[in-house]
């Protein structure tokens, strides 16, 4: 049956764009053309403006900490799935960004499930502005700030998983918009989704780690500021090594 489902995924996919085009019009395109960028935009300016930002007021390099994070955050990118990147996640956390494993296999588990900056956060409030003015519904003030609120408590508390339909879906029901436009935004789904995934990751357990062992005096720091091989973790430096007495 997980056979069918992949196989048929593809298919499904294109009788969804065909369903949106035969409904709306081929300007449907364009304009789920134009929700992408703006949903990257949207990504870009977390990961290389928000996450490089805390990263110098607490510092610690920014070019280090990407070129650690890489392994990860590309295979996040790729698996659109932050559990599957999991395993991945806390070698990297633990070898390249100097975090001690005690605090790591606790913090990359929690970061998750309850840090879904991408998937949570940015793309069901986007997503939600772009359903209203698709329908040419207005949204009020108070509309926006409940837009904000749900996306904040959701980003605690969606699953890992692939995909952001459940968020999208309580999103747009909260403010009474039509549900057709989950089926509408799921034909582009998986290219949205690469970047979420990415920017879910860099925040979660990369992006908070350091940050946090660097207050507690736990982070090692050389490890962290270590020249970058190539390779996708520090052999060199096992896990056990990086554990650190407070």
């Given at each position: 049956m997980l056979w069918w489902v992949i196989l048929l995924a593809p298919v499904a996919t294109v009788g969804l764009l065909g369903n949106a085009v035969a409904t709306y019009g081929w300007d449907a395109l364009g304009s789920l053309g134009t929700f992408t960028v703006a949903i990257y935009l949207g990504?870009?300016?977390?990961m290389f403006g928000v996450y490089p930002v805390l990263l110098r007021l607490n510092g610690l390099s920014v070019k280090q900490f990407f070129s650690g994070a890489?392994?990860?955050?590309?295979?996040?990118?790729?698996?659109?799935s932050s559990v599957g990147t999991m395993p991945v996640t806390e070698s990297v956390t633990e070898k390249n960004l100097g975090v001690p494993r005690a605090y790591a296999s606790?913090?990359?588990?929690?970061?998750?499930?309850?840090k879904m900056d991408g998937c949570a956060s940015i793309y069901p409030a986007i997503a939600a502005i772009f359903v209203a003015q698709f329908f040419g519904l207005d949204l009020s003030v108070t509309d926006y700030v409940l837009i904000a609120f749900v996306s904040v408590i959701g980003s605690a508390a969606t699953a890992g998983v692939t995909g952001a339909t459940v968020m999208l879906t309580l999103t747009l029901s909260t403010l009474g918009l039509p549900l057709e436009g989950v089926g509408l935004l799921l034909a582009i789904d998986p290219i949205p989704d690469m970047?979420?995934?990415?920017?879910?990751?860099?925040?979660?357990?990369p992006g908070a780690d350091p940050l946090v062992a660097k207050?507690?005096?736990?982070?090692?720091?050389?490890?962290?500021?270590?020249?970058?091989?190539?390779?996708?973790?520090?052999e060199d430096a096992p896990s056990e090594a990086l554990v650190t007495a407070s």
């Amino acid at each position: 049956m997980l056979w069918w489902v992949i196989l048929l995924a593809p298919v499904a996919t294109v009788g969804l764009l065909g369903n949106a085009v035969a409904t709306y019009g081929w300007d449907a395109l364009g304009s789920l053309g134009t929700f992408t960028v703006a949903i990257y935009l949207g990504l870009a300016l977390v990961m290389f403006g928000v996450y490089p930002v805390l990263l110098r007021l607490n510092g610690l390099s920014v070019k280090q900490f990407f070129s650690g994070a890489r392994p990860a955050l590309s295979l996040a990118f790729v698996s659109r799935s932050s559990v599957g990147t999991m395993p991945v996640t806390e070698s990297v956390t633990e070898k390249n960004l100097g975090v001690p494993r005690a605090y790591a296999s606790f913090a990359v588990p929690l970061g998750a499930t309850t840090k879904m900056d991408g998937c949570a956060s940015i793309y069901p409030a986007i997503a939600a502005i772009f359903v209203a003015q698709f329908f040419g519904l207005d949204l009020s003030v108070t509309d926006y700030v409940l837009i904000a609120f749900v996306s904040v408590i959701g980003s605690a508390a969606t699953a890992g998983v692939t995909g952001a339909t459940v968020m999208l879906t309580l999103t747009l029901s909260t403010l009474g918009l039509p549900l057709e436009g989950v089926g509408l935004l799921l034909a582009i789904d998986p290219i949205p989704d690469m970047g979420r995934t990415a920017t879910n990751v860099a925040g979660q357990a990369p992006g908070a780690d350091p940050l946090v062992a660097k207050r507690e005096g736990i982070l090692d720091l050389e490890a962290y500021n270590a020249r970058r091989t190539g390779a996708a973790w520090r052999e060199d430096a096992p896990s056990e090594a990086l554990v650190t007495a407070s």
